[in-house]
């Protein structure tokens, strides 16, 4: 046998598959030779093969129990290669395991009198410096990845042992709370954190801090050694693949999160926690642009876009958790992919409903309603935001259900009237919340529909408020708002000129229509406005709430409003049909039937029946439940089997409906 010549070290490295046996074989190969050679096999495989190599960790954990001397370091092992790889649910697979392992060392609720004494007490025996090293590590590994997948360890719903690991670990317990800021479960204020000196039987553990992470963890003061052992199967070993020099550490440090906090906020304790970073990690010191990218993330929720500003190359923000699949929504919001968008917040939808994950990506439900209501797709904005907890309170839910509430009643002043309370509010809730970061764009909402009422007392409290919000917050997007709003209240053409110009360089294409229509209003070439908010007005699908807009500018000025072209220099029979290929699928994806779709595409029974026919046969779908999904994960795109941007739009459609179930 290879092991009896090599031993299990050797032979695991020089065969890293053995493993895979080894593994199978399960409970029936003794530990002593199965970990060795688990270990040494994930260790050589882990940056050829990452996900191969977490699988051999994974088995190696499986047979170390939480009392083994190897078990925390090969946890963090483990976890460490999954977070560099950005498998936030490989991560969350040892969700059991972290828990166990702090079980053991941590005593939440005193129910073993034999190896503690009470709450926050650890285990009678001696821990190890480095175990309880590890385990921190590993906590606040796995509520980074709660995170990622848009689910709060702080939730109501939750598994209570959860909560008593976070009490445990103060730096989880801080990564945690970041949550709420981010739409992500309940609001919970950041408090300071110092350090904490648990009661050991034993001898103390101090905290001090890592001088090269700033990260706090455990130290021991003079006293009796730990328990170490000569064995080297018994170390655990560096982190896999660390490159030359110490390996970064992907994680946020207290001070780093307590920046991502202050994003939210105002600009004075955003200030005062920059410098506090500055001066703690000289080197994690951010310049201007990384600042400002920080902010517009914390503006959207976006997760994922506030750690890459802040981490820098230490984040790995790539992988297919929830959170990088709603940092590429916000992208293509703001990029004007809006089909692209809706996709990507349906994909987000079914997986957090696969997961049995409640709650999860309420972010992403409130930016794909508010896309069906710029679309004039009322029904659809509704479905998104019926699914929104009332208590949820964040200013992207806030701004949704505004312009929703205010468009199902237009025409009815008591209604509209109500839909404008509840935005105030709404406001209101937030700001007693802390979220200053995108309430702008709320206050820019009731400022439009102030000026489209002809009110000016509401006109001149919300310009008052705009005003206000900037000298608080004194964010970019918070700049950009007060001189569109000035634009809007004072007719101010240079304000809403300035505005434009800083929102097309910042690349927001829905808030530049916002700046086109203005201009329309109020600049001198009333034409050209009209053209360029119409031209992007058609691209994203704009429906009745901005074409009325502009149509009511148009008149005003007394000119035209630009008719749409039908094409750009002509389109192709295959684009033309593709794009009823892809109205066809959307049709389809809601459930219709063929004789409704034949109604709403003015054609017969037959030739309905036809078409799909020869998409079944194209796509290789056997069935309209099996074409519907294939439209749902994006596949038929991929493929290029149907357009990916802008059919549907183009003919009133937004793709595939809310999914069920």
Known sequence: MVTDRLGPVAAGAAHPRLADHVAAAGSVLDASLAVPLLLAAARTSA??????????????LRHLSPYDPRATGVLRESVALSLRNADHVGVLALGERVLASLEEWYHGDGRDGERGGGKGQYRSDEPRVEDLDHLEWVTRACTLSTLHEHRSPQTDDVDPRYGVALAQVPAATALAALGGAYGIGPITPITPITPITPIMPITPIAMTTLPDTGLPRASRPPGPPARHTSDSSLNPGPDPDPGPGPAPDPLPSLAEVRLLAAAVGPRAEFERTRQALAQDAPAHALNAASLDRLRNAAAYGDLVGALGAVLGERYAGVGQSTAVQYHAMVRDYLTGRWDSALSAARRIETRGRADGA???????????????LVRGKLGRAR??????????????????????????GHGDQAMEAEAVAAAWRDVRRAREDGLLAGLDRVLLRILSIAVERNDPEAVRHTMAEIENLHEEAASPMTHEVLLVGRGMAHADAQSALSAYELVRERGDVPLLVDCC????????????????????????????????????????????????RAARGGRSERDERGERDVQLIDLVSDGSTNRQIAARLGCSEKTVEQRLTRLFKRTGCRSRAELAAAWLDGSLVRQGLVPGTGASERHGGDGPALPTG
Request: hydrophobic residues 40%; charged residues 25%; positive net charge.
């Open 383 to 408: 479905e998104w935001l019926d699914l929104i907890p009332d208590s949820v309170s964040h200013p992207l839910v806030a701004r949704a259900r505004l312009g929703v509430r205010y468009w199902s």
């Open 517 to 564: 229509g203005c201009l329309a209003e109020v600049g001198d070439d009333p034409e050209r406005w009209l053209a360029e908010a119409t031209r992007s007005g058609h691209a994203l699908g704009m429906g009745r709430p901005v074409r009325s807009r502009l149509g009511a500018a148009a008149r005003r000025r007394n000119v035209s409003l630009p008719r749409r």
């Open 47 to 60: 940056k050829s093969d990452p996900s191969w190599g977490a699988r051999a960790y994974h088995s190696a």
């Open 358 to 372: 409640p709650g999860v990506a309420q972010p992403a439900r409130a930016l794909a309603a508010e896309i069906q």
